[in-house]
Every structure is written in C-alpha cells, then in structure tokens.
C-alpha cells in the first residue's frame, strides 16, 4: 500500500473514531427532555422525611429515554440527604412537597404506580401520556434549621447519546412559616 493511501486511511480512521466519540461517550447538555423551573419556599415543621414533586419529566424526542442517574444539586450534605427518585405516572404536576412521607421507599408495587426513576424508561410525550411526574426523597439532618435544594439533575440516554438535564427546581425547607 503506497504512504499516501496509508496516511489517508489512518486519518480517515481517527476521524470516525473521533467523530463516534463524540456521539457515544459525552453527556450532551439538554436533549429531549424538556426544561422545567420553580422556586418555592415550604413550611414542613418537624418533619425529618420529606418528598419534593415538581413537574412532569416529559419527552420532547421521538426515541424513549432511559435514565441513569437523578442527583441534587446545590444541597448543603450536612442539611440535606439524599433518598432516591421516583417517576409516578399519575401524579399532579406542579412544586408540591409532602412532609412525613417514609425515607428511600415507596409504593412499587401498585399497578402504573411510582416506579423508581433510575433504570425508568420514558416514552415520547403525547397530549394523553404527557410524563411522568419527578418526585425526590429527602432526609433533613437539622429539622430546627432551614434546607436548600437548589436544583435536579437526571442524566439519561436517548439513542446512542448521553444527556443531562438540570432542572432549575429550588425549594427551601423551613421549619416555620416562609417570609
């Protein structure tokens, strides 16, 4: 093979493998799930258990979505810990949050009911199944002080690319009455 079809057959190679790189591998900002947004103060008393809903996770693209991954962002570790997601089918969009609700559980086995949302598949959206609700379990480690959660981030995959989505959703959790 003569060095001038070689090196246009390496560089031809690099190329591609670069170009599917970029495909795969990152996590692309955005993607077909749709942006979503709320600030909302909430008295929650004592409760040391609490549960955010916020909006409906709803599929914009014309492939099903598989999540891989919900996190909190801008949470204080030592006010706040984490207990897991759910997608629940049948829940009412919109910032709720329910003080007492039991740490890390759920009921799973309910018939289109909450299902845990990493491993969750998501359908495209349509005017009859618009998507599921997000709901988020939370511990507060300090039930006398006030908590923050600044955000929600769910990385998914839809096709071959990887997506993360950072919802602007920011509640704070106050003992008593918001000001």
């Known amino acids: 093979m003569k060095p001038a079809v070689r090196r246009t057959l390496a560089a031809t190679t690099i190329l591609l493998i670069a170009a599917g790189g970029w495909y795969v591998v990152p996590r692309h900002d955005g993607g077909p799930l749709a942006d979503a947004g709320a600030r909302l103060c909430v008295p ?11 909006s409906r996770v709803q599929n914009t693209g014309s492939a099903r979505v598989v999540i891989t991954d919900v996190s909190l962002i801008g949470a204080d570790p030592e006010d706040v810990e984490y207990g897991g997601a759910f997608l629940d089918p049948k ?9 007492g609700r039991t740490y890390g559980n759920g009921p799973w086995d309910e018939p289109d009911g909450p299902r845990q949302a990493v491993g969750a598949e998501v359908s495209p959206a349509t005017s009859e199944q618009p998507g599921p609700v997000l709901g988020i379990h939370l511990k507060r480690l300090d039930v006398l002080g006030e908590s923050r959660v600044r955000g929600i981030r769910v990385e998914y995959w839809s096709g071959a690319r990887r997506f993360a989505r950072e919802y602007d959703l920011e509640y704070t959790l106050r003992p008593g009455p918001c000001h």
């Open 44 to 54: 929650v008393g004592g409760a040391t258990y609490v549960t955010l809903t916020s």
């Open 91 to 99: 829940g009412n969009p919109g910032p709720n949050v329910r003080p």
